[in-house]
């Protein structure tokens, strides 16, 4: 039995029934299954080279030497010739490693897409909360808006109902005061009147005094003339 190194790989031979020529494992090889291993685990560092002993020499000569030697690439069987035949073993692994490495690909662009998806979910919910808060702020401003411009309406239209009260004052005011004027007036008027009234009537009495007593006299006065005009 031969012992050669090998390289590690992503899978392991499992031999299912080997017999040799040799004292312990006589017989030929079997059957050789390949099967891949999980990548927990451990390979070992070296593969067992496993030739038919039961032939002689001259046998050996003629018969095919064949090494199976893993890489991790591909799997080759090399011939007696120095020719290499290469077997389906390495594109097996390697479209292995092409499937995983699809998959892995294809799981980093889900993840990424996830992860756009998340951040774009995010950003959009930012937005929404800032386009909630700006519509928030926009309604309270418009309410104070409002409220302001009702408040300068009320101010306004009570300065408007001072001015109107004070105009309305100052109309019954002036109005009073007209007649109150008017009354004084009046009450001179009256009152001059009333006095030239008097004053004519003290000036018709006195000229009826007067004309009393001029007739007075002259009847005295024709009385003594025709006192004197009779005889005694």
């Known amino acids: 039995m031969a012992v050669v190194d090998r390289k590690l790989s992503v899978s392991e031979e499992f031999v299912v029934s080997i017999t040799t020529s040799d004292e312990l494992f006589p017989g030929k ?17 070296s593969d067992i080279l496993l030739e038919d002993n039961s032939e002689d020499e001259q046998q050996k000569s003629k018969t095919t030497k064949k090494k199976y030697i893993k890489t991790m690439d591909q799997e080759k069987v090399e011939t007696e010739g120095g020719r290499v035949k290469e077997t389906g073993r390495g ?4 479209g292995g ?11 980093d662009e889900l993840r990424l897409k996830a992860e756009q998806k ?25 309410r104070r808006q409002k409220q302001r411009r009702q408040d300068k309406q009320k101010q306004e239209e009570k300065l408007r109902l001072q001015e109107e009260q004070k105009k309305q004052e100052e109309e019954i005011r002036l109005k009073e005061k007209e007649l109150r004027r008017q009354k004084e007036a009046e009450i001179k008027r009256l009152a001059e009147e009333t006095h030239k009234t008097e ?12 004309d009393e007593e001029n007739r007075s006299k002259e009847a005295e006065l024709m009385r003594l003339q025709e006192e004197k005009k009779t005889p005694k």
Not at 97 to 107: G, H, N
Not at 199 to 205: A, W
């Open 97 to 107: 490693k092409a499937k995983e490495t699809r998959k892995q690909k294809q799981e």
């Open 199 to 210: 004053e004519r009537n003290k000036k018709d009495e006195l000229q009826t005094k007067q």
């Open 29 to 45: 090889v079997q059957s050789i299954i390949s099967k891949p291993i999980s990548p927990l685990m451990t390979p070992s560092t």
């Open 118 to 142: 998340k951040r774009e979910e995010e950003q959009k919910k930012q937005e929404a909360q800032k386009q909630k808060e700006e519509t928030r702020l926009k309604d309270e401003e418009q």
């Open 91 to 94: 594109n097996e692994i390697e």
